[in-house]
């Protein structure tokens, strides 16, 4: 079975901190997106990622996928309260029909 | 808006009760997917189709729910006999197969069961 764990669960930072989350598996996996979710809401993909060593920037946030494509980091620069959210990473599980498999999430809070 | 979206966006109901939900995908999109996510995790993986063939369902989906795509546009997923465990954000996405196969959510059902 393919997981992904995420960390840290929470993380309650001051706006300007800068911050890194994880998300690591066993498995190896074909992409690995990272979605943004507000409360109530749908996930909003940010970024996918492909290649193994990959790294895509969007903005002030910087994207990682690992060498060995089983883990993947999000850090991000200067934190805003607009960052403010639940971050989750999803695996393509590679069978085929490119269902995701989905960590339980980081869930950040900027204050001002 | 070429989005995804889904209806209704809140559902509240009794226990034993059936409720239907609708996704509309993105209108070039052919796969379409359900998850359902409770509080305080991920997104789980329900069910998927491809045009109108529905190809995987999770062992999550009991015989109480069914999903169709009639005419591989939009969905609906219906669950029968509602328990309190059924109560979660139900999670449309639609995707165009390809070289990433990019999945776009929509904003979800929520149900409550009562």
């Known amino acids: 079975t393919q997981l992904l764990e995420q960390s840290p669960q929470f993380l309650s930072i001051q706006e300007g901190e800068n911050l890194t989350v994880y998300c690591n598996s066993s498995?190896?996996?074909?992409?690995l997106q990272w979605y943004r979710q507000e409360p109530g809401e749908g996930p909003v993909l940010l970024v996918t990622v492909v290649t193994g060593g990959e790294v895509k920037k969007l903005k002030r946030l910087t994207f990682q996928f690992g060498d060995a494509r089983k883990d993947s980091s999000l850090h991000i620069t200067a934190a805003q309260p607009g960052d403010t959210g639940l971050y989750l990473c999803?695996?393509?599980?590679?069978?085929?029909?490119?269902?995701?498999?989905f960590g339980a999430g980081t869930r950040l809070a900027v204050h001002p | 808006d070429t989005g995804v979206s889904q209806d209704p966006r809140h559902k509240i109901t009794k226990r034993g009760q059936n409720v239907t939900f609708r996704c509309d995908p993105i209108s070039e999109h052919n796969r379409l997917y359900w998850y359902r996510q409770t509080l305080g995790q991920g997104p789980e993986f329900l069910t998927y189709?491809?045009?109108?063939?529905?190809?995987?369902k999770s062992r999550l989906l009991s015989d109480r729910f069914s999903a169709e795509r009639p005419k591989g546009s939009f969905s609906t997923l219906e669950i029968q006999r509602t328990e309190q465990g059924d109560s979660a954000m139900y999670l449309c996405?639609?995707?165009?197969?390809?070289?990433?196969?990019?999945?776009?959510f929509g904003p979800g059902t929520r149900l409550t069961v009562l």
């Open positions: 498995s190896v996996f074909s992409s």
């Open positions: 996405a639609s995707s165009q197969s390809g070289s990433t196969d990019t999945q776009y």
């Open positions: 189709f491809q045009n109108e063939a529905q190809l995987e």
């Open positions: 999803a695996g393509d599980d590679s069978g085929g029909y490119n269902k995701l498999i």
